[in-house]
């Protein structure tokens, strides 16, 4: 059935299509409030624990709660699940009073024992729960490899115990979608069922799965207060151009991942509120497998940095609205350091190749085929990448990969070349320069999927995690930002605005900085 027949199907079945095919007409049939949010693609996963993906966490951030939570449009973190915490004199340990009364979807209770879960079955890999196979989950490996054990002191406390003390920006790891807490009943049903029903405490319950569409129905018991719609349908729409036209005839009442060309058309449209992070703190690059020849070599990464085009890519892929960047920091993120950029030098860079022996070498480039906030229209920023470095002597093959597909594949190493980005998950240096470049990072299913393992690198970015002064951990950064621009392990491309949109209608919608979006506090209107 073609996926705009089964959008239709779904929506009549649920009561929120009238006959006509006009759903914005009627939000509140049968006394039921429906949203429906468009998004490019499926989700890797539904277990927060294996999920490292903006597709996943937009799911997971709605069934799921954390201990602490970034304020709704913002970055700073306040209570969720933990009403209180303490971080011991010696920074060995730090206790959470969790908010009494919680119960997960499945009726059980949300106590310090099975919040321990969560976390205990991501840093054990012998635990019952632990699914991966003896693998790490990779964002425990990248962000909470310091803990030791987190465990119940009592119904009430939870305790976590650190090999070291914990980075200053620990409590913004608890806001995390990895960080979420799920149900122990259900993880003791097996990872199959766990990825067919995800079942949390947060303010959506899961109701069903059609093909690519997810329905959620809103949580009556939620500690927060029950959200104001009833229905969350979360429809795939992989064209961001058929995704704005949907929203402009109030098929969907919201978007996100705008192509560029429709930022300027929902502005004009009174009948469409745009959504934006000004601060770009989304970030595209171009990974090189340093494992892998001829990029096991200085010379042609340097070639590659110096071939690529970044203004022209603003200007053709990104239609104006992105920055180019020479670093992965973006601008707005304590810790950028401003590097003046390479400037284009095709001559340049044939000569580095040619000291490689490199001229000729046929590589391929693997691209992802659906939108991404970093990559609006992905499939023209890697044809014009290709045409940039076959200009300096790189013969380039392009693959378009499935969402899913893609990801596994750079994550364990099997690409020359890839495209990919990075949305923060917290707005710190730490979270881009740690999480995709350190040699921490470089385990299979990787963040660093560049595979770069510089020992001074990681020195540098290791010893910030452990100090709380805020001038250090910025001259740490800055030297970090130095060598990874100098050995060029991946090229930064650009830094781009993150987008969202819907009807005007819609009340209460707020584009998180660095969480995927939260329909709690949403309401539609007529």
């Known amino acids: ?57 937009l799911v997971l951030t709605n069934v799921y709660d954390t201990l ?45 024992a099975a919040v321990a879960v969560s976390f205990e079955r991501q840093r054990d890999l012998a635990h019952p729960f632990h699914f991966e196979q003896g693998e790490r989950y990779p964002y425990w490996g990248d962000m909470f490899g310091f803990v030791a054990k987190t465990s119940a002191v009592d119904a009430k406390t939870v305790r976590f115990d650190f090999a070291e003390p914990p980075p200053p920006f620990f409590l913004s790891l608890l806001a995390m ?28 319950r899961w109701a069903g799965r059609e093909s690519e569409e997810i329905t959620l129905e809103a949580n009556p018991t939620w500690w927060g207060g029950k959200p104001a719609i009833d229905r969350l349908v979360i429809v795939v729409v992989p064209d961001p151009k058929n995704a704005y036209q949907r929203l402009e005839s109030g098929q969907v009442d919201g978007i996100d991942a705008l192509a560029a060309r429709d930022v300027a058309r929902a502005r004009g449209n009174p009948d469409v509120t745009l959504h934006q992070v000004e601060a770009g703190l989304s970030v595209c690059y171009l ?73 000729g070498r046929s590589v391929t480039l693997r691209y992802m085929g659906n939108p991404r906030p970093y990559a609006p229209d992905p499939g023209a920023l890697a044809a014009q990448l290709r045409d940039d470095l076959r200009d300096a002597g790189l013969e380039v093959e392009l693959r378009k990969d499935e969402w899913a597909s893609h990801l596994r594949a750079l994550q364990n190493g099997d690409h020359e070349l890839g495209l990919l980005g990075w ?104």
């Open 287 to 359: 990974a090189m497998n340093n494992r892998r020849p001829p990029f096991d070599d200085v010379r042609v990464r340097r070639a590659v940095a110096l071939a690529v085009d970044k203004p022209r890519l603003v200007r053709t892929a990104y239609e104006g609205l992105a920055t180019p960047i020479s670093t992965l920091v973006p601008a707005g993120i304590d810790g950028h350091v401003a590097i003046p950029d390479r400037t284009r030098d095709v001559a340049a860079a044939r000569r580095l190749l040619e000291e490689a022996k490199a001229v």
């Open 68 to 112: 602490v939570q970034f304020r709704y449009g913002g970055t700073e973190v306040e209570p969720a699940l933990a009403t209180s915490w303490a971080l011991a004199d010696d920074r060995r340990s730090m206790t959470f009073t969790l908010r009494e009364g919680v119960l997960f979807h499945d009726g059980t209770p949300c106590d310090a």
């Open 423 to 526: 949305t923060p998950d917290v707005a710190d240096a730490d979270n881009y320069l740690y999480v995709l470049l350190s040699k921490d990072a470089a385990v299979p299913p990787a963040n660093n999927v560049s595979f770069w393992t510089s020992d001074p690198f990681s020195a540098l970015v290791s010893k910030a995690r452990t100090t709380f002064d805020a001038a250090e951990r910025r001259a740490l950064y800055a030297q970090a930002q130095q060598l990874a621009f100098d050995e060029a392990p991946l090229v930064p491309l650009v830094a781009m605005p993150r987008t969202a949109a819907t009807r005007a209608t819609v009340k209460g919608f707020r584009l998180d900085p660095v969480s995927s979006p939260r329909f709690a506090w949403t309401s539609v209107g007529r």
């Open 1 to 57: 059935m073609p996926r705009r027949a089964a959008l239709a199907l779904v929506l009549s079945v649920l009561g929120v299509l009238p006959a006509c095919g006009d759903r914005a007409a009627d939000r509140s049939t049968a006394g039921k409030t429906t949203f429906v949010y468009a998004r490019g693609k499926e989700g890797q996963t539904l277990d927060p624990a294996a999920a490292t993906d903006g597709e996943s966490a």
């Open 177 to 204: 979608f990895s960080a979420s807490v799920v149900s122990p009943a259900q993880l003791a049903k097996g990872r199959p069922a766990v990825l067919a029903h995800p079942v949390g405490t947060g303010a959506f």
